[in-house]
């Protein structure tokens, strides 16, 4: 039976196979649409996500193929992150074209896509005796070039067609369906590799053995623990190969440590894995550089972070604590706690408003209704604007005193109002304005029928409280 004109000799690909494990399918794709003599295209459409091989695989097969018939096929890779504009892109094409063929020849300027055309046809002549020889044009990453034109892919799939010797191949993430707009390139789709094949591919390279410990049990070990590290931090923390890599490069010191130390044994996976849950539960575990670096900045950042006290004038501040008690307390309340009409005099609050106003003083009476969730800790309530301006009314005089504060509301409250709005401490959920928090103008919609809730929470208003010698805890209704 006579050989397939297809078929590759063995051991053309059998070193590039044995690097790159399972991939096998889309290494003898490409080299069957690669290789000059057996079934040579114009464009080719490499497509997967990132960290499957794609680059380095055909990178190594062109090397490959250009070894086994030198004066049959020549290559060049553009990879489009190195290059910050389609200009930049079109010269260091022509450059490393150039190159390749070893013409000696400086490139000139190429600032369009009908310059490069020009100056790839040129460099690209073939004599008519060499019509079986291929020039493999590679566009690393073109989906992501910056500053490109929207007619480059298709022109670059058309170079072929003026350049009959020419096979462009684009490694691109995802494809369009329409991506050369010409009809039906053939893809090669490299897809993300699956726990076996991790495992399979991890497995090749096994660490030294571990004292006390067979090859064949440290390689055992080595299978069992990469499942496992894949299992905990592949959705997470490792989605790659090369980070899946790192990960089991930095956990297994860690995971056989008891087996160095002689109190475990590395066939008693079970035990060692219990040991260890802790690493495949932290992520930071991974990158304790990182971590400790963000702790010190996390933590002078706080020590840095501007407090609202400090940023707000005293009545921006009053509005958000009157704003802070209308969404916590129930409407009912506002009398009681309020009103100096009911209370009678001017004294501060404690243990809760309601408790503290009942007749008999002790409060035992409203204890059994007490809501089991403290107030502060539950969500903030809708409010209207005009009863948040009554609370604040009715508490500046007692917070301030009679002499410093002018009770009323003016021009300073509308102000203050519409700084809290844009600054989203306060948000408009509903009324006239269609929900917006800031009219067109700057300024908040003021209308006394709409609705609000506070933006802020318990730690926040408590600190704006303190800074106005304010509890807000004796005014809220527990």
């Given at each position: 039976?006579?050989?397939?004109?297809?078929?590759?000799?063995?051991?053309l690909?059998a070193?590039?196979?044995?690097?790159?494990p399972c991939?096998d399918?889309q290494?003898?794709?490409?080299?069957t649409?690669?290789?000059?003599?057996?079934?040579?295209?114009r464009?080719?459409?490499?497509?997967?996500t990132?960290?499957?091989?794609?680059?380095?695989?055909?990178?190594?097969?062109?090397?490959?193929?250009?070894?086994?018939?030198?004066?049959?096929?020549?290559?060049?890779?553009?990879?489009?992150?190195?290059?910050?504009?389609?200009?930049?892109?079109?010269?260091?094409?022509?450059?490393?074209?150039?190159?390749?063929?070893q013409?000696g020849?400086?490139?000139?300027?190429?600032?369009?896509?009908?310059?490069?055309?020009?100056?790839?046809s040129?460099?690209l002549?073939?004599?008519?005796?060499d019509?079986q020889?291929?020039?493999?044009?590679?566009?690393?990453?073109?989906?992501?070039?910056?500053?490109?034109?929207?007619?480059?892919?298709?022109?670059?799939?058309?170079?072929?067609?003026?350049?009959?010797?020419?096979?462009?191949?684009?490694v691109?993430?995802t494809?369009?369906?329409?991506?050369?707009?010409?009809?039906?390139?053939?893809?090669v789709?490299?897809?993300p590799?699956?726990?076996?094949?991790y495992?399979?591919?991890?497995?090749?390279?096994?660490p030294?053995?571990?004292?006390?410990?067979?090859?064949?049990?440290?390689?055992?070990?080595?299978?069992?623990?990469?499942?496992?590290?894949?299992?905990?931090?592949?959705?997470?923390?490792?989605?790659?190969?090369?980070?899946?890599k790192h990960?089991?490069a930095?956990?297994?010191?860690?995971?056989?440590?008891?087996v160095?130390?002689?109190?475990?044994?590395?066939?008693?996976?079970?035990?060692l894995?219990?040991a260890a849950?802790g690493y495949?539960?932290?992520?930071n575990?991974?990158?304790?550089?990182?971590?400790?670096?963000s702790?010190?900045?996390?933590?002078?950042?706080?020590?840095?972070?501007?407090?609202?006290?400090t940023?707000?004038?005293?009545?921006?501040?009053?509005?958000?604590?009157?704003?802070?008690?209308?969404s916590?307390?129930?409407?009912?309340?506002?009398?009681?706690?309020?009103?100096?009409?009911?209370?009678g005099?001017?004294?501060?609050r404690?243990?809760?408003?309601?408790?503290?106003?009942?007749?008999?003083?002790?409060?035992?009476?409203?204890?059994?209704?007490?809501?089991r969730?403290a107030?502060?800790?539950?969500?903030?309530?809708?409010?209207?604007?005009?009863?948040m301006?009554?609370?604040?009314v009715?508490?500046?005089?007692?917070?301030?005193?009679?002499?410093?504060?002018k009770?009323?509301?003016?021009g300073?409250v509308?102000?203050?109002?519409a700084t809290?709005a844009?600054l989203?401490?306060?948000?408009?959920?509903?009324?006239?304005?269609?929900?917006?928090?800031?009219?067109?103008?700057?300024?908040?919609?003021?209308?006394?029928?709409?609705?609000?809730?506070?933006?802020?929470?318990?730690?926040?208003?408590?600190?704006?409280?303190?800074?106005?010698?304010?509890?807000v805890?004796?005014?809220?209704?527990?």
């Amino acid at each position: 039976m006579a050989a397939s004109i297809f078929k590759l000799p063995d051991d053309l690909l059998a070193s590039l196979i044995t690097s790159y494990p399972c991939r096998d399918a889309q290494v003898n794709a490409l080299a069957t649409l690669l290789h000059p003599r057996i079934a040579p295209c114009r464009n080719v459409v490499v497509h997967g996500t990132e960290a499957t091989g794609k680059s380095a695989i055909i990178g190594e097969l062109l090397q490959v193929l250009r070894n086994d018939s030198p004066s049959d096929l020549n290559y060049a890779i553009v990879k489009s992150a190195e290059c910050v504009t389609a200009r930049h892109l079109f010269e260091r094409t022509v450059g490393l074209v150039g190159d390749a063929l070893q013409n000696g020849s400086a490139p000139g300027r190429c600032e369009t896509l009908a310059a490069l055309t020009a100056e790839l046809s040129k460099l690209l002549k073939y004599a008519e005796r060499d019509a079986q020889s291929r020039f493999v044009l590679v566009f690393d990453g073109i989906d992501r070039q910056r500053d490109a034109p929207p007619t480059l892919l298709p022109a670059l799939a058309r170079l072929s067609e003026i350049i009959p010797n020419l096979t462009t191949i684009f490694v691109v993430t995802t494809p369009a369906p329409s991506l050369l707009r010409i009809s039906s390139p053939p893809h090669v789709h490299f897809p993300p590799y699956t726990k076996a094949q991790y495992i399979t591919i991890l497995s090749q390279t096994p660490p030294p053995s571990l004292p006390n410990t067979t090859e064949q049990e440290t390689a055992d070990l080595w299978a069992r623990f990469t499942a496992a590290v894949h299992d905990s931090l592949t959705r997470l923390a490792a989605r790659t190969l090369p980070r899946l890599k790192h990960a089991c490069a930095s956990l297994w010191p860690r995971f056989t440590a008891p087996v160095a130390a002689g109190t475990h044994k590395a066939r008693e996976f079970s035990k060692l894995l219990i040991a260890a849950r802790g690493y495949f539960q932290d992520e930071n575990v991974l990158e304790p550089g990182i971590q400790r670096s963000s702790t010190k900045n996390g933590a002078s950042e706080k020590k840095k972070s501007p407090d609202l006290s400090t940023l707000l004038p005293p009545t921006a501040r009053y509005l958000l604590i009157a704003a802070y008690l209308a969404s916590h307390n129930a409407p009912r309340h506002d009398n009681t706690l309020f009103s100096t009409w009911h209370t009678g005099a001017k004294r501060r609050r404690r243990g809760g408003g309601v408790a503290a106003a009942t007749p008999n003083g002790t409060g035992r009476g409203r204890r059994a209704k007490h809501r089991r969730i403290a107030r502060k800790l539950l969500g903030p309530g809708v409010f209207v604007l005009e009863r948040m301006v009554a609370i604040y009314v009715a508490t500046k005089q007692e917070w301030v005193g009679a002499d410093d504060a002018k009770v009323g509301v003016d021009g300073d409250v509308g102000m203050a109002i519409a700084t809290l709005a844009s600054l989203r401490l306060l948000v408009r959920v509903g009324g006239g304005a269609a929900g917006a928090a800031v009219g067109a103008g700057g300024g908040a919609d003021l209308d006394r029928g709409g609705k609000w809730r506070v933006n802020v929470g318990w730690e926040v208003i408590r600190a704006v409280g303190r800074s106005m010698g304010v509890e807000v805890e004796e005014w809220l209704v527990e």
